[in-house]
């Protein structure tokens, strides 16, 4: 392997796929960049085995091959020589890296050692603009679930349907629903994608007005955003049947500016700390009274609300109810009750495009 | 104690205070505020006992009155009320922080446990530009001994002595003198004050065309800017006759680019990690030559130079030539050697403004 490019377009390719190797693998091989050289191109490709991220960079290949670096260190000496053009070549166990009058040496590994990477999927396939894909998974994505006691969970189920596609995320404690047009699918399908793999696509989007197309075959995901191409694998399994959860009927039904909700929680959440982050909402003659009280002091706050249906006390963990006010970029919202110790549903002012729900905490109605 | 004022106001202030806090102090009254209304201002201190730092602003006093609150919790809550005009109050054991229709309430700590402040100080004094302090601190601060075996070395000694004042820290490792002019003296004197202390005063001057004055007296010291008050302590004890440690005669002296010089240490040090930051310099024949090894790899580097005298190989920990050749704005240095052994010295291309002396790692010369 023997190349010559430009070090800024090396370093950015770097920090494309150096996102696919985790901060805490227990493997050498898994820290590595894996260079491959090859026609009027240079391929970078790293992985973690669950996703893989690969970067292509036009480069003058003066032999090609390929060879195997540790990613951080590759990196780090590589953001140094942005003004430079480079030398890459392959010496033995090394890879010599020359600039100006000067050069580095980076040992490589083994190259049998690394995954193979099958980016041959193709069966189903979405595309949308990536201003709607981003805002799809950032009003849904915080709602999955962290830890490892139900797999499932971790990720988001994504149905393609008549057009459109809806992604839905929970966790036991709350669930997120977010429905967007499609620019164009392939038929109706399913599949379940780690909340951490689409949190990567949104960081690949850089072109709010683009198309992106993710592509779906049994267990693989793949996209391919200017010549970035990220591979997953999908979480297999029976998500749950989320519509069985929402209820159909409500007895109260409130319309509440969002800004001065989420303040108000905010507020109310610096004192409620003290007290696993219980905030209390009583509801009644359009007032919405927000409070919370803790051995570090009290807030206590009211707000006008459009109110129909009969009064309500309610407690939340706060932190789910900022959490979804912070992705919402409405003025308004709906939200609607039955009693202390059901669900509460929040909807948008006009449409369909999202819904969440989180569950109270029961707490003595004083 | 009851006033009205602006939260951006009363947020802003608390920015200002909070820094004196330490984020490990032992003591729940060293974790508080004290509030002041007094006149037509609201004053808030808060002090680890090393340091204090005060900030008036103007408020509408409805009552006259004193009290101490958690700064954390009392700055988490003002920063979510910047927007809003505030009604502090004194209610019992409270703090009553009232905006718009809505109030928090926050728990006082009993008064007569909070440090007293002197603030009568005013000895000694030496004004110059805030920008030229905030270099002299940058250019030498760094050098500072961070640990607590020899307590003297974690200041800074400054002696003001004919309209000029130097600035002098060392670590036992290396040393960092930097000298500037005043606008005003008192005459002169001489002090050792806390890394930590100077740096905080760095983060008071927003206006670098102002001056500044440092006001000394015994072992305390005192800065205004913009009604913020800090006060510190000063430290104690014989500082080292560093003038001794400068060699006065070089058999070598080169010319270098600094920011050449800069980066190539930085890559370097990339490799050198692996190797106790050790970095080795091999200066002949207008040719200074980088290089590191480790089991990472290798960095060979070559820049031109400017070279007088005789031919030298010399090693150093990167970390103490990048710290120095970050703060330095020059573009050349001159450098200064006599031997592998012996302690090299920077200074600038023109003038006296600076100088650093490091000393080196000893090496087989191989």
Redesign the interface.
Known sequence: MKLICEGLDLSNAILKVIKAISSKTPSEILECIKLTAKGDYLTLLATDTEIAIEKTIRAEILEEGEALV?GK?FN??VK??EEEQIELSLDGN?VKVKYG???????TKPLDEFPQINKNINENSFTMSQKEFKELINMTAFSCSQDDSRPILKGCKMEVEDGNVVCVALDGFRLAVCKKELAHSTGNFSCIVPSRTLVEITRLLERDEEMVTVIIQKNMLMVEVSSTVLISRLLEGEYLNYKQIIPNEFLTVLRVSKNQLL??I??AA??ARGMKNLVKIDIKEGNMNISANS????????IMINLEGKDVVIAFNSKYLTDLFRVIEDDFVYMYFNSSIAPCVIKPYQGDGYLYLILPIRINNN
Chains 1, 2 share one sequence.
């Open positions: 540790h260190l780090e000496l140094k020589l090394f009058d000067s050069e580095g040496v980076i040992q303040q108000s905010e507020r610096i004192v051995e570090l002091g009290k807030v206590d706050e009211n």
